[in-house]
């Protein structure tokens, strides 16, 4: 059925043969498609059949791997047009604002994606506050975006894409996890858009059947495949259903199943329906309940009650409050006032018994997903106290209830999401709890698995009496509890029985109902939704371009941006070198000083004395009390106390003067092998020392060798490692927090701005080099101060060379950061690859404990390949050795050929897609 | 006893997590393996290849009997330069030493009129300055004595020094290096693997589900600390016997049992310290940037790469409270020395009472840490 549409010359999107592979599992398989320009598009299906992937190849975001796509009349594949269409696109990806940036406000969510398309300020502004007024988040324009509940982010996501007024808008289940309300405004907002702007086309994918029928157009996908596609009436036509979601179930060959097929066992309780009101024992009772973090209430004076047998819903959108209220009652958190009985009693997080009866499921999935099935179960009973006997059995009943057997011994983490949930419900429900707490259990779940594991609560409550407290943003889910409480931004708007609020609302279903008391909730506090003006500002965005300096600069300016918001990273990244400098500076020494000796002298004589006088005036040694024997001695060597024990023997004064051959011998304490060399050429150079004052022997030394220690006369270890902890702490912090920066977004998801906005990857590199690059010059004047001040290292040479070179060379630091975190995945790889991968050539290929001259082969060769063997002759050159720009020309232009070099290694590294 | 189980099923668990995390695994292996290798063989802590200059304005025999006596590993065969190159050389770093002998040296030795040899040294090479100047003058003197040697008869000195270095007579570098990488991956790994199994299970939703079951945030820290302890303590005992003993061939003096009891009393702390971390930071990357602040000055100032004494006096008093200069002062005296638990025990006791110090204040943290942080 896949040519159900006419294809078209003229044709928005077509694709030919479209087939994508994540690691050898099939997400498309030769999709081909031809849609018609003007219309709302959509495209359904469950989790995890292929709709993301088709989105981000056709919005240019992904590489194609096998077929062909074209878009707004040219071929996907080409990066002449791909650059065309980011100016001509507006692509949101899947997740509540993935593309936006929490750290920031609103206003500067949509003011960064402005500068980026470019229309110049006056226009900026109006335009800004067109999209804000006309989305009702005026009022919220200068919270940050990772404060706003769901709703909000997905309307702030829709004003960023819109800011540029785009041809093609495709958005990815833009409306996942967002209440009723907010979803019906979403919906209107993109009406009242395409109203005054005809010729906009969106594409978009859903999970929610009621809103794709009111779309113009349908793909219907499973298992990478297309398996129908027309007008929503034409489907319902061809497959002879009443509503969109049979004619999916249908379509995808798998009708509904029946509920309740899982049953659980013992415990037989009749299968009576639950007597309205119930009438239980309060199991949880909840007055005035409140949580405040910081300035932001979460919770408002929550008040409820739930009775035995009950299944209670909390409904309301993301981030209204259901998980915080959730976890004061689990214990979790404590309330910041009001309070909470659980079984009648007061709750008290440290009381075990209640806690035994209580079985949780926090929001995601939250089990061991490295442990299998039935390791995961094992845990749960052990910690539970269950004996092994019980646990055997248990376990193959709950196996075999939720309907685990085949995937017993399969890691967690291999399980597809709907049976990842049940093996949830399983764990939590291990012990035989009374209570069940289980936040939003079904989220990410596709309808089918939702419905099996609704049929698996409806089984626990009715037949054990376990009672359950369920919180969830599916209506056709809160249908099915007994009773249910309205949530919206942290307060409880109503609770009732579905019915009975239907009933007070005189809403036609469950939804309207709770839109009525939304709209009612929203009056109250003032807002409106506001209204999008039909007048459309003159398109802004310009045709790509390699390189434009206001790009640049609004990258640069959200760095340095959301650096500023993150207190860890920021104090990392001002204190971090100064503070390392310190402890290396004071930490490093090769001085060997206050050496600690004894004596065992064995003669006591002037004699004696007179040649331990040496030793006692040096500055190198300590002396300890002396020694009384030999097992002192030992003793006290191999405690540490002492470096090394001298031992003269007795007549050693007699036989000085008679001019016999005597012996004075030395124990040194060769744990520390470097110490114990100093030790013995410190000893030897003594041991001549006492002895040369009678100028009898003064033809001993035939030549004198003077040694000159350059530079640094006093050879005081600290003028030559100041210098260098300066050179190796500008290569390791900017370079961590670089690859940190670069890494970070691709973690968290807002990379595909770079992928599908007209930034390019010059762009976003430098714009993240600068602000490091910035904080990197802060860095090193904090350390020149405290080389001056702290540790009184005098700089002799220019000071102008340095910062010019330190000025180069953190952008080579920054560059090489860039590099190392092409490799990495994940930040935490980042930020350790990037530290060994610097630390390593740092220390030993850069001259810092082996001088260059002394290298030899492939450690020379890496050296010369890295910034710092460069850059640490220009410090130790300005700092000790008193040169200027002169002497160091050669290696300061060196040291600047990396800048370069790196910046399009690492350029040629970026991917402008996703794979 | 309930406590014990539960803390020893919830370290099964820990084991199970970990023994499926090649990358972690990895790393133990190579910390205790490549890593104590790499760095046993690594010369920064002697003299190696040290690169010599000679300005030879004498053009004697004795001269150039001087010039080749500099050797192979220590030295790299000397360059003759002119003495009007030796600034720029110096000051471009292509040379640590430089010996100038002057104009008619050997007649002014023969003559008795002491004349005065140079050396000059690039004290910016720390490493290589101070012990290397040593050699190189050691070098010098003989030659000029055996030299002399050959046209007079000079009488021997009559009070002579015999120095024995203990323990370690030959002072090999590696016997030192690869016990304290042993000492640094140690510290390394337990705060890591510690702090990220806390990150790692708040990350993934985890830990919640842990405190609302009957376990103590006891018993949960003790089941991570026992669990991790045993994986590295186990990887101490591996590498001391087949790696430092085996394959480096350095004699350990003291009683192993001894030791690895030490490194458990050691690891105890050290996990706590990780767990501390783990229920500070929100998240890896930030779990990432306090490890950097802690593990570098830890292991930086713990003895193992300069000794105390070496330090301002003041930082070497501070620094008594760190468990690593304790662990370090106790491995070196166990392994090097031979050192009893007579002796040693003193130094436990600090790191016992440091570490838990650490657990109590995981323990104070440890709901607040589940907290969200919006």
């Known amino acids: 059925m896949t040519g159900a549409l006419a294809v078209e010359a003229d044709a928005l999107v077509r694709t030919a043969a479209l087939s994508h592979r994540y690691r050898g599992r099939t997400a498309l398989e030769s999709v081909s498609l031809a849609l018609p320009a003007g219309r709302i598009v959509g495209l359904i299906g469950p989790d995890g059949v292929g709709k993301s992937t088709l989105l981000s190849i056709l919005a240019g975001t992904r590489r194609i791997q096998a077929g062909r796509a074209w878009v707004l009349g040219g071929e996907v594949g080409r990066a002449a047009h791909r650059a065309v269409l980011r100016g001509r696109i507006a692509y949101m990806p899947q997740g509540l604002g993935r593309n936006l940036y929490s750290e920031l406000t609103v206003r500067e969510n949509l003011l960064y994606f402005a ?320 209570l069940l707490i289980l936040d939003e259990p079904t989220s990410g779940v596709d309808p089918r698995a939702r419905d099996r594991f609704w049929a698996l609560l409806t089984d626990l409550a009715r037949r054990q009496g376990v009672t359950i407290f369920v919180s969830t943003h599916f209506m056709n889910e809160a249908a099915r509890c007994d009773r249910i409480a309205l949530m919206d931004a942290g307060r409880v708007l109503a609770t009732d029985t579905p019915a009975g609020l239907i009933a007070a609302k005189g809403a036609a279903d469950l939804e309207d109902a709770f839109v009525a008391f939304l709209k009612e909730a929203a009056a109250a506090r003032g807002e409106t939704s506001g209204h999008l003006a039909a007048a459309r500002a003159p398109r802004g965005a310009e045709a790509g371009g390699l390189f434009s300096p206001r790009r640049l600069a609004a990258c640069a300016a959200r760095e340095a941006l959301e650096l500023l918001r993150d207190r860890v990273r920021l104090g990392f990244a001002v204190l971090g070198t100064s503070l390392l400098m310190l402890v290396f500076g004071f930490g490093i020494s090769t001085d060997v000083d206050r050496l600690s000796f004894a004596v065992l002298d064995r003669d006591r004589t002037p004699a004696s004395r007179a040649y331990l006088e040496a030793l006692r005036g040096s500055p190198y040694f300590a002396e300890r009390p002396a020694l009384t024997d030999e097992a002192d001695l030992d003793r006290r060597l191999a405690s540490g106390e002492i470096a090394a024990a001298l031992e003269i023997p007795p007549q050693f004064g007699r036989d000085l003067a008679r001019g016999r051959p005597t012996q004075v011998s030395a124990r040194i304490d060769g744990a520390r092998p470097f110490v114990a060399q100093t030790v013995r050429s410190y000893l030897s150079a003594l041991h001549e020392q006492a002895l040369t004052p009678s100028p009898a022997r003064h033809d001993t030394a035939p030549a004198a060798i003077a040694v000159r220690f350059k530079y640094n006369q006093s050879f005081d270890s600290i003028y030559a490692m100041v210098p260098a902890q300066i050179a190796l702490q500008l290569a390791l912090i900017p370079a961590i927090l670089m690859a940190l920066a670069v890494v970070r977004e691709r973690e968290l998801g807002s990379i595909v701005n770079l992928y599908a906005t007209p930034l390019t990857r010059l762009e976003f590199l430098l714009g993240k080099q600068l602000p490091y690059a910035g904080v990197a010059m802060v860095n090193f004047l904090l350390m020149v101060g405290l080389a001056l001040v702290v540790f009184r290292v005098p700089l002799r040479g220019s000071f102008p060379t340095l910062a010019l070179a330190t000025l180069i060379y953190v952008f080579a630091t920054t560059a090489w950061g860039m590099l190392v975190s092409a490799f990495a995945r994940t930040q935490i790889a980042a930020l350790f690859g990037t530290a060994i991968l610097t630390v390593l050539p740092a220390t030993m290929f850069a001259g810092m404990l082996v001088p260059v001259s002394s290298l030899t082969g492939v450690g020379r060769i890496l050296g010369d390949l890295f910034p710092m063997s460069y850059y640490l002759p220009v410090c130790l050159g300005t700092f000790t050795k008193g040169l200027g720009f002169s002497d160091l020309a050669p290696t300061i232009g060196g040291l600047a050929l990396f800048v370069p070099a790196l910046t399009l290694l690492a350029l040629a590294m970026l991917r402008g897609q996703e794979k | 006893m309930r406590s014990a189980a539960a803390i020893f099923w919830l370290g099964t668990k820990e084991l199970r997590s970990l023994m499926r995390d090649s990358v972690l695994l990895g790393l133990i292996l190579y910390s205790f393996s490549l890593a104590i290798l790499a760095q046993a063989r690594s010369s920064a802590q002697e003299v190696r290849d040290a690169s010599v200059a000679i300005v030879d304005e004498d053009r004697s025999p004795l001269s150039r009997r001087i010039a080749q006596a500099f050797l192979p590993p220590l030295f790299r065969p000397p360059v003759p330069i002119a003495e009007r190159e030796v600034v720029r050389a110096m000051d471009a770093g292509r040379y640590t030493f430089v010996l100038d002998i002057p104009p008619n040296f050997t007649r002014d030795l023969l003559g008795r009129r002491t004349p005065e040899l140079q050396l000059n040294v690039d004290a910016t090479a720390m490493m290589q300055a101070g012990l290397g100047a040593g050699y190189a003058q050691q070098i010098v003197a003989d030659e000029i004595a055996g030299f002399l040697s050959q046209s007079r008869k000079s009488a021997p000195a009559p009070v002579s020094l015999v120095t024995r270095i203990a323990y370690n007579p030959n002072a090999e570098t590696p016997w030192f290096t690869s016990v304290m990488g042993i000492i640094n991956s140690v510290t390394m790994l337990a705060i890591i693997l510690s702090g990220a199994a806390i990150v790692r299970e708040r990350e993934h939703g985890t830990l919640d589900h842990l405190l609302v079951m009957p ?134 006791v600090p790191i016992a009472g440091i570490g838990g110090l650490f657990l109590v204040l995981a323990l104070r943290r440890f709901r607040r840490a589940t907290a969200p942080s919006g």
């Open chain 2, 215 to 348: 376990v103590s945030p006891f018993e949960i820290a003790m089941a991570k600390i026992w669990a991790n302890g045993a994986v590295i303590l186990a990887a101490v005992g591996l590498s001391l016997v087949l790696v430092v003993r085996g394959l480096l061939g350095v004699p350990v003096a003291g009683s192993l049992p001894l030791f690895l009891a030490g490194t458990a009393v050691y690891l105890f702390f050290a996990t706590a310290v990780g767990l501390y971390l783990g229920t500070l930071a929100r998240s890896m990357p930030q779990l990432g940037l306090l490890y950097l602040l802690v593990y570098l000055p830890l292991a930086m100032l713990s003895g193992s790469n300069t000794p105390l004494e070496s330090m301002p006096p003041w930082l070497a008093t501070l620094l008594q409270v760190s468990p690593t200069v304790h662990f370090v002062a106790f491995a070196q005296a166990i392994l090097y020395r031979g050192a009893g638990l007579a002796l040693v025990w003193p130094r436990i």
């Open chain 1, 115 to 434: 500068r980026l398309f470019g229309p110049p300020g006056p226009e900026r502004e109006e335009r800004i506050g067109l999209l804000l007024a006309g989305t009702g988040l005026s009022g919220s324009a200068e919270r940050p975006a990772g404060q706003l509940s769901g709703g909000m982010r997905q309307k702030l996501g829709l004003c960023c894409a819109l800011i540029h007024d785009p041809d093609l808008l495709i958005l990815d289940e833009p409306t996942t996890g967002v209440d009723p309300l907010a979803r019906r405004q979403f919906w209107d907002l993109i009406g009242r858009i395409r109203a005054g702007h005809p010729g906009l086309s969106v594409l978009v994918a859903t999970a929610y059947m009621q809103e794709a029928a009111r779309f113009d157009l349908l793909v219907a996908m499973e298992a990478g495949r297309v398996v129908a596609a027309g007008t929503p009436a034409d489907l319902l036509q061809v497959t002879g259903t009443a509503d969109v979601e049979a004619a999916f179930a249908v379509l995808t060959g798998c009708p509904r199943e029946a509920p309740a097929t899982a049953r659980l066992s013992h415990g037989h309780l009749p299968e009576a329906p639950l007597p309205h009101p119930p009438v239980g024992e309060p199991i949880i009772t909840a007055r005035d309940l409140t949580c405040r973090f910081g300035g932001f209430t979460a919770v408002d004076r929550a008040s409820f009650t739930i009775r035995r047998g009950e299944i209670f819903g909390f409904v309301g959108s993301n981030g209204c409050g259901k998980t915080t209220t959730m976890k004061m009652l689990t214990g979790l958190t404590p309330p910041s006032a009001g309070e909470a009985l659980l079984f009648g009693r007061p709750l008290d997080p440290r009381d075990r018994a209640t806690r035994a009866r209580v079985g949780y499921m926090s929001q995601g999935f939250s089990l061991y997903a490295e442990l299998s099935v039935r390791q995961n179960l094992a845990l749960h009973a052990r910690l539970f106290r269950l004996s092994p006997a019980q646990a055997r059995a248990r376990i193959a009943e709950l196996l075999t209830a939720c309907g685990l057997e085949a995937h017993a011994d399969a890691l967690a983490r291999d399980l597809p999401l709907g049976l990842r949930q049940r093996l949830s419900l399983a764990v939590a429900i291990v012990h035989g709890p009374d």
